[in-house]
């Protein structure tokens, strides 16, 4: 199985905050790396698709970067409602596989 | 709009099997692939298979062969997971998920999950 090391495992950021969260995966899967936001008691919902496509309805201030290895979710400006967990996902292969998630507190 | 209706909350006895569905709407059901995982109090995601709606052809998690299988009712777009022989540790939420029309697909939409207890 490819696994999918995502770090930090939480943060602490401030509002209007640049925030990076890295997933690095364990062999090259191409741009099959999705990012998924995930609030508490609630299904995650996806941000960012093929590494860097936005998914439709998520504000632009959510991007993302890499291919084969090396992976980055980026906030330009943390809001609110960001506040929550942060899962990668790779699905190059079977099993698909997530990173443990990073959970992105208030400062 | 697309959405994905899961049946509600159970609390399950050690042994026994637990089954959930998940009503698809929104789209073509035999367009996309569906995915099950779960989510274990405080844990990451675990995938546990895919079915393919059209032909029914299915593919389930290393750990979860010979205790899952997973189902689907074309005529009523929905999706069913059955798991059988359940222990303490199979107490999770579990959630389906619209994977793409190919295998490799992203999961676009997600069902607002099933809590399943297991307990004695």
């Known amino acids: 199985d490819i696994q999918m090391t995502q770090s930090p495992s939480s943060l602490s950021a401030s509002m209007g905050d640049r925030v990076t969260i890295t997933c690095r995966a364990s062999?090259?899967?191409?741009?099959?790396l999705h990012w998924y936001q995930q609030k508490p008691g609630k299904a995650p919902t996806l941000l960012i698709y093929?590494?860097?496509s936005l998914q439709s309805g998520v504000p632009s201030r959510f991007s993302g970067s890499g291919s084969e290895t090396d992976f980055t979710l980026t906030i330009s400006s943390l809001q609110p409602e960001d506040f929550a967990s942060y899962f990668c996902?790779?699905?190059?292969?079977?099993?698909?596989?997530f990173g443990q998630g990073t959970k992105v507190e208030i400062k | 709009q697309v959405q994905l209706v899961q049946s509600g909350a159970e609390v399950k006895k050690p042994g026994a099997s637990m089954k959930v569905s998940c009503k698809a709407s929104?789209?073509?059901?035999?367009?996309?692939?569906m995915h099950w995982l779960r989510q274990a109090p405080g844990q990451g995601l675990e995938w546990m298979g895919w079915?393919?709606?059209?032909?029914?052809?299915?593919n389930y998690a290393q750990d979860f062969q010979g205790r899952v299988t997973m189902t689907r009712d074309t005529s009523i777009s929905t999706a069913y997971m059955e798991l059988s022989g359940l222990t303490s540790d199979d107490t999770a939420m579990y959630y389906c998920?619209?994977?793409?029309?190919?295998?490799?697909?992203?999961?676009?939409?997600w069902g607002q999950g099933t809590l399943v207890t297991v307990s004695s």
């Open positions: 996902q790779q699905t190059y292969t079977t099993p698909p596989t």
């Open positions: 998920a619209r994977g793409g029309r190919m295998i490799r697909g992203v999961y676009d939409y």
């Open positions: 062999q090259t899967i191409s741009n099959y």
């Open positions: 929104g789209y073509t059901f035999i367009g996309h692939y």
């Open positions: 079915i393919n709606p059209n032909g029914g052809a299915i």
């Open positions: 093929a590494a860097s």
